[in-house]
């Protein structure tokens, strides 16, 4: 304990506490390229467990792909990424007395995705099915979910987003707003550990912006892990625990909320400036 004679003994306790907890995400030298275009080059980033990413960065800059590489929509071109401390992907195998790495299998891959919620920008609802069904879709289909069980389950989801009045609604008889928010709720059914947002209110006409950042802060405030990326500053401000300026593929800058306010790399003060 002579290691470390300039700390006090509360950073030594902050640290002591702080390593028996596994973050619910972490990306580790992620790389990711399509073909020769190399869209992320080196992407570290802890979420520890009820924690808010928020994730800021013009277009372009590898945002949505590393959304996308976390749910496994694409793989990795390099580096690792690790939910709840297990590597996705893929897992480590004896051959030969040696330590490999083997690719998962689909029941293994789709096992380690049900950790996850994704949110997009478009809602991508059911057309056909009422608010309820698209809710209950993924519990009854995915699940094998009893019926009764999971349309209870729905109509939980669904006053959860403020959406108990409109279960039998179709997606055309409601607002864009209220599509996102039975998008959540559809998210919310299959009981994810971590939420991830891409730009979930930039398809929605201004005045139905409130409503869908509103729940986010909802589920942020009973605890939800959550990365969303956004460029609703006023949102990252007030719900973010960190928030992540990425451009051109890598992480420009990262740090608690304050450095909204505060941002010491040029290209960030340079993409404020042109956000606020
Ligand atoms: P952002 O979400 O920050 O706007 P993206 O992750 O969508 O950025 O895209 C980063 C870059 O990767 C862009 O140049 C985009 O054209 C490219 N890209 C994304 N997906 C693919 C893909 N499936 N194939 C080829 N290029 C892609
Ligand atoms: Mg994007």
């Known amino acids: ?28 030298g992620v790389h990711k390229a399509f073909g020769h275009l190399h869209v992320l080059k080196g992407i570290d980033i802890t979420v520890m467990p009820g924690t808010v990413t928020v994730i800021l960065g013009p277009s372009g800059s590898g945002k949505s792909t590393f959304l996308r590489l976390i749910n496994q929509l694409e793989t990795l071109t390099g580096g690792e990424i690790r939910v709840d401390g297990e590597m996705i992907g893929f897992k480590k195998v004896e051959h030969k007395g040696q330590e490999v790495l083997q690719t998962l299998n689909d029941k293994e891959i789709a096992a380690q995705r049900s950790k996850l919620g994704m949110v997009f920008q478009r809602f991508n609802l059911f057309p056909h099915m009422t608010a309820l069904e698209n809710v209950m879709e993924a519990p009854v289909h995915v699940k094998h979910m009893g019926k009764s069980e999971a349309r209870e389950l729905a109509v939980a989801e669904l006053q959860r987003v403020g959406l108990g009045q409109r279960l039998d609604y179709y997606p055309s008889q409601l607002s864009g707003g209220q599509q996102q928010r039975v998008a959540i709720a559809r998210a919310l059914a299959m009981k994810p550990e971590i939420m991830l947002f891409d730009e979930p209110t930039s398809a929605l006409d201004p005045e139905l912006v409130g409503e869908v950042l509103s729940v986010m802060r909802q589920l942020a405030d009973e605890g939800m892990t959550m990365i969303v990326v956004t460029h609703e500053i006023g949102f990252a401000r007030e719900v973010a625990d960190q928030v992540v300026f990425m451009d051109g593929g890598v992480v420009v800058e990262h740090g608690g909320p304050e450095i909204i306010d505060h941002p010491s790399e040029p290209r960030f003060k340079d993409f404020l400036q042109h956000v606020l």
């Open 1 to 28: 304990d002579t290691a470390f004679p300039q700390q006090t003994s509360s950073q030594q306790h902050d640290e002591l506490t702080t390593q028996h907890i596994t973050p619910a995400v972490e990306a580790i």
